[in-house]
């Protein structure tokens, strides 16, 4: 299966899509270049990086960027603090994000050059901002089963291990990661990832031009094709929500790499890949 492009504005790191289910709209973001783009065209800048979303209402947003969780007006594109997120530490930036089913929003941090083990993971849970993990790499793969009991997420800096979490009944971790998947022996890079209705896992693959389904167990089920070596998130949309959206980044490709693979950056759709979970509402 291959993908087609969807927008074709190019990002220098597209991250973050995500499928407004009230507004029927898809949002991501070029972390880099500060900005939230919409697939109306729309392009909202930020002072700083942004890199993911929630929704709280057809009006609002919940957006992380490198110094804050804000709450975010689509209308009228101003946006206040809910929380600082590391405010404190200029090394350090907000990437991977997703809200949870229980209302909560999860999101990792890392260092801008990619310093080792500077960033985190932290969720946000009505009000009030605790620290998961620390001693992360690049945070990736945040995504949640359907019936809510488990949630997934990786340090693609480890460059293979994909590690699922057991929740409680508010959504905290009531234990420790285990491994769901090791692409070790396949080289493979595990960037931001989706999980549908059927339980299964949907991840982009950075360098690998891809997103890989896998079932329950980890078996490769499905792989879809993005002209795009970089791919970094996937989404599912659309009105019935079985469109499989995917971002990709141009950052680090040399110009020899650009005319080899002129849409990357650009963000992708695939109808019929698999019916997607309808995105959580944030609870503030």
Do not use: C
């Given at each position: 299966m291959k993908a087609a492009v969807f927008d074709d504005r190019a990002c220098w790191l597209g991250e973050g899509p995500l499928w407004h289910p009230r507004r029927n709209e898809l949002f991501w973001f070029d972390i880099h270049n500060h900005q939230l783009l919409s697939q109306t065209g729309a392009v909202w800048n930020f002072p700083v990086a942004v890199s993911a979303a929630a929704w709280i209402n057809e009006q609002r947003l919940m957006v992380?960027?490198?110094?804050?969780?804000?709450?975010?007006?689509?209308?009228?594109?101003n946006h206040e603090t809910i929380c600082d997120l590391e405010a404190d530490n200029p090394v350090t930036r907000s990437n991977d994000g997703r809200a949870d089913p229980y209302g909560g929003f999860w999101i990792g941090t890392m260092g801008k050059d990619h310093e080792p083990k500077a960033g985190s993971y932290w969720r946000y849970y009505r009000g009030e901002l605790k620290r998961l993990y620390a001693g992360i790499g690049v945070p990736n793969a945040i995504c949640f089963t359907p019936d809510g009991e488990t949630a997934f997420i990786t340090d693609t800096m480890t460059h293979c291990k994909?590690?699922?979490?057991?929740?409680?009944?508010?959504?905290?971790?009531?234990?420790?990661?285990?491994?769901?998947?090791?692409l070790g022996s396949e080289g493979l890079l595990p960037d931001g990832a989706v999980i549908d209705a059927e339980g299964n896992f949907w991840n982009a693959q950075y360098k690998a031009g891809r997103v890989a389904g896998y079932d329950t167990d980890g078996r490769l089920i499905a792989v879809v094709e993005v002209d795009a070596p970089q791919a970094t998130c996937p989404a599912f949309g659309g009105s019935d929500l079985t469109t499989l959206y995917c971002t990709s980044a141009t950052q680090t490709m040399t110009p020899d790499a650009l005319a080899a693979s002129p849409d990357s950056g650009k963000t992708f759709y695939l109808e019929g890949v698999a019916?997607?979970?309808?995105?959580?509402?944030?609870i503030l």
């Open positions: 992380a960027s490198e110094i804050a969780l804000h709450l975010f007006d689509i209308d009228t594109g994909i590690m699922r979490i057991p929740l409680d009944s508010n959504g905290w971790p009531r234990g420790e990661p285990e491994v769901y998947l090791d019916k997607g979970q309808e995105e959580h509402q944030v």
